[in-house]
Each structure stands twice: as structure tokens, then as C-alpha cells.
């Protein structure tokens, strides 16, 4: 069945970067070609994880499609998506093991770097699959750490046109993330899986960032805090550690990691993709996963934000 779930995961990729050639996307210039010369990345991507997935038997190696609760909005998704036509077993075994990374940021917008922060984990063998929780920041009731983004929803849309629904359920999208702050995403995303992660032997949540975010003013201080309240909210077998993806310019982040009461994994740059650069410069929408293309049609056409 996991092998018949990538197939059809990876006909999903192929359908988004197919859009690529249309004629209607002739606006986007030289970036038309250079969009749809990824694909061969996506194919090793899979790759990778269905050679990951095969043989997947070890005793008490919890499913990885496993049922894992991302919402308590059954009409979250589009009824075509495959967040809600994928079927995933609902009951996992009763002593099992899990691993699930988490990805979350302003995401204005989603772009390949996210995406692939996510994807790496998994076909690394780090985790079983990845969880993309964009922040509220300017959205109601939400953030005001920076009210300039763009509104939440429209985020949220980037994020599952951006590849995350194509590559559901390696990676899964979460609103859990929609009001206040991290602790309250946590929270949310914790309480809706109890049932699931008290009656499972261990489990292990990844918390993925970039590099640069670890050279914040206050970022160990914030982190240690927060993170320590998190922890505090899982079962006592569970653990909570960091994955750092360097980025250009932040590579010295050991530094950083060291300060942190959690155990810390430093992995190589995946992409230089950034949002504010793809906000700046329409060139930089060739960061883009195809599907995202069209919601920065006006952006790339005339100069707007999207906010």
C-alpha cells in the first residue's frame, strides 16, 4: 500500500509541474523554463523516500501513514484534495515508535526551501513525515510580532498549493497555527493527537528552523522558554529536538546550538530560496513549487505584495 501511495503521490508532482508549460504561464518569462527544469528533483525526492519506505517492517516501527490529526476543521481542505482522499490507517499499533518533524514560519509565501526542509527529514530517515504550521502574525487575534504579512489564510493557501497537499502524506498542513503564539500551536496540535502519542512507546518531534532565525536578538532565551513549556505538554517518553538547516550567510550556528536545552542536529544548506526576496523580486518566484505560481500572478505582473 506505501508503495502505491508514492505512485500516486508522485503523478500529483507531475501534474503541477505539467501546468508549467501551458501557454498561460508565458508571463513568467525565462522563470518558465527554469520552474519546470526541477522536476528531476522531485523524482530523487521520491525516490529516496519510496527506497525509505520499502521493507518498512522494523518491530515497533509505528505505520507512517498512520491517522495524525492536523485540524479540527473537517472542511479545511478542498473535498478534492489529497489531504482528504488519501486514506491512512486510523489505528496504529498499540506499541509503536514516531518521529514527525514540524516546520512552521511567517511562510509569505511558501516557498521550495520550506518544502524541502520538510521532505529532507523524511527521506533521511529523520522523521516519518512533516508537519507545515504557518505563524498568525497579522491574521485575527493573532501575532503582532510582524503585522506587515501577508493575511494568514492567503499563507495557508501558498503553503498547500506550494507542494505540501502533492506531497501529502509525507508532508501534512496544519491551521493549528491561525491564532495567538507557538505555545498555542503546540498546544493545539499535541491535544488533537493525545489520544495517539500517550498510547505510543516513543515519540520523537523535530523541530525544523533555519539557520538564520537561530541568529535572532533573544532567539536562545525565546526558544528555551517556549520550547520548555511545549515539552512539558508531551508524554513523559516523548522528546523534542532541534534540526537547524544553514543558510547562506548563517553558518556559524553551532554557537547558537550549544546554548539550547535541547538536543540539536545541524544539517547543509537545502536552499537558498527566502520570502522576502521572492516579495522584492519576481525573479526569485522560480523558488516557487508550480502550483504556488498563479497566487503571485499579480505580484509578478504588478509589483503587488499579495497582502
Same mark, same amino acid.
Given at each position: 500500500m506505501e508503495a502505491q501511495k508514492i505512485r500516486a503521490l508522485e503523478d500529483a508532482v507531475i501534474r503541477s509541474f505539467s501546468l508549467i508549460e501551458r501557454e498561460e504561464y508565458s508571463f513568467l518569462g525565462p522563470m518558465q523554463e527554469t520552474i519546470a527544469s526541477r522536476l528531476p528533483l522531485f523524482h530523487t525526492i521520491a525516490e529516496r523516500i519510496k527506497r525509505r519506505m520499502q521493507g518498512w517492517e522494523? %518491530? /515497533?516501527? $509505528? +505505520?507512517?501513514?498512520a491517522g495524525f490529526v492536523t485540524t479540527d476543521d473537517p472542511h479545511a481542505f478542498p473535498a478534492t484534495s489529497r489531504h482528504r482522499t488519501v486514506q491512512l490507517h486510523e489505528k496504529p499499533p498499540a506499541s509503536a515508535r514516531l518521529s514527525f518533524a514540524v516546520v512552521h514560519g511567517s511562510f509569505d509565501p511558501f516557498h521550495l526551501g520550506h518544502l524541502l526542509m520538510g521532505l529532507d527529514a523524511v527521506a533521511d530517515g529523520t522523521c516519518d513525515f512533516s508537519v507545515i504550521i504557518p505563524n498568525a502574525d497579522r491574521s485575527a487575534g493573532g501575532s503582532t510580532v510582524k503585522p506587515e504579512k501577508s493575511a494568514h489564510g492567503w499563507r495557508m493557501r501558498t503553503a498547500f498549493e506550494g507542494g505540501v497537499d502533492d506531497f501529502f502524506p509525507v508532508t501534512r498542513l496544519s491551521p493549528f497555527g491561525s491564532v495567538d503564539g507557538t505555545y498555542s *500551536?503546540? %498546544?493545539?496540535? $499535541? /491535544? *488533537?493527537n493525545r489520544p495517539l502519542l500517550d498510547r505510543l512507546d516513543e515519540v520523537t518531534i523535530v523541530v525544523i528552523i533555519g539557520s538564520d532565525i537561530a541568529f535572532r536578538e533573544g532567539f536562545t532565551a525565546w526558544t528555551n522558554d517556549t520550547y520548555g513549556k511545549i515539552r512539558k505538554l508531551l508524554p513523559s517518553r516523548a522528546d523534542l529536538r532541534f534540526r537547524i538547516v544553514a543558510r547562506e550567510g548563517f553558518t +556559524?550556528? %553551532?554557537r547558537y546550538a550549544n546554548t539550547l536545552d535541547f538536543p540539536v542536529t545541524i544539517v547543509p544548506e537545502i536552499s537558498c *530560496?527566502?520570502?522576502s526576496a521572492i516579495r522584492k523580486d519576481p525573479v526569485s518566484a522560480v523558488w516557487l513549487y508550480p502550483r504556488a505560481v498563479p497566487l503571485l500572478e499579480s505580484f509578478l505582473l504588478y509589483g503587488h505584495s499579495g497582502s
Open positions: 522494523p %518491530e /515497533g516501527k $509505528i +505505520d507512517p501513514w *500551536a503546540y %498546544e493545539r496540535l $499535541i /491535544g *488533537a +556559524d550556528c %553551532e *530560496a527566502s520570502s
